[in-house]
Antibody, heavy 118, light 107 residues
Framework: EVQLVESGGGLVQPGRSMKLSCAAS????????MAWVRQAPTKGLEWVAT????????YYRDSVKGRFTISRDNAKSTLYLQMNSLRSEDTATYYC???????????WGQGVMVTVSS | DIRMTQSPASLSASLGETVNIECLAS??????LAWYQQKPGKSPQLLIY???SLQNGVPSRFSGSGSGTQYSLKINSLQSEDVATYFC?????????FGGGTKLELK
């Protein structure tokens, strides 16, 4: 059974940093692209970033480019999202997703809440 | 960015009814479209990909169709467990973009 378990969320002040992790199991992690998708409270879904199966290619939405870094450790079957210079508009539940051919998202974690507030 | 416009934003239907949700892309996305279901308090789940391919394990009462800029999700014989918000998503181009969602309730 595919499982994606996020961790690392919480309350953080504007301008500070936070790192999210996603532990994957139930599939060969190194064979799949992965992505982060977020959802602000009572809002819709917003794609954040995608990484290729081997980490050689990464893609970001403009609003996080230069502030967020997606990375992976295939030996540990873990996906990361380093978030710097956080803003109030980054407040959301962040979902770790498995990404089919870097296109659509076929499995989702339970999500981790990030609140950016002073 | 490709804009995805869903309609209606909310929908009320009776058990056993057939429901249609529409998704309009701001440009041709060549069937690079997925549909997701998000039940209250839960994570989204993939229903349909490539506009009309049913994800493994998804009931056959769900179906997708469309091409070019216009797509739709059809739910036949609505069940109580189908109460959820439904999102479309295009993957023809970056950034990947989602529709605003359609909230489906029981009448």
């Amino acid at each position: 059974e595919v499982q994606l378990v996020e961790s690392g969320g919480g309350l953080v002040q504007p301008g500070r940093s936070m790192k999210l992790s996603c532990a994957a199991s139930g599939f060969t992690f190194s064979n799949y692209g992965m992505a982060w998708v977020r959802q602000a409270p009572t809002k819709g879904l917003e794609w954040v970033a995608t990484i290729s199966y081997d980490g050689s290619s990464t893609y970001y939405r403009d609003s996080v480019k230069g502030r967020f870094t997606i990375s992976r450790d295939n030996a540990k079957s873990t996906l990361y999202l380093q978030m710097n210079s956080l803003r109030s508009e980054d407040t959301a539940t962040y979902y770790c997703t498995r990404c089919r051919l870097r296109r659509y998202f076929d499995y989702w974690g339970q999500g981790v809440m990030v609140t950016v507030s002073s | 960015d490709i804009r995805m416009t869903q309609s209606p934003a909310s929908l009320s239907a009776s058990l056993g009814e057939t429901v249609n949700i529409e998704c309009l892309a701001s440009e041709d996305i060549y069937s690079d479209l997925a549909w997701y279901q998000q039940k209250p308090g839960k994570s989204p789940q993939l229903l349909i990909y490539n506009a009309n391919s049913l994800q493994n394990g998804v009931p056959s009462r769900f179906s997708g169709s469309g091409s070019g800029t216009q797509y739709s999700l059809k739910i036949n014989s609505l069940q109580s467990e189908d109460v959820a918000t439904y999102f479309c998503q295009q993957y023809n181009n970056y950034p990947r973009t989602f529709g605003g969602g359609t909230k489906l309730e029981l009448k």
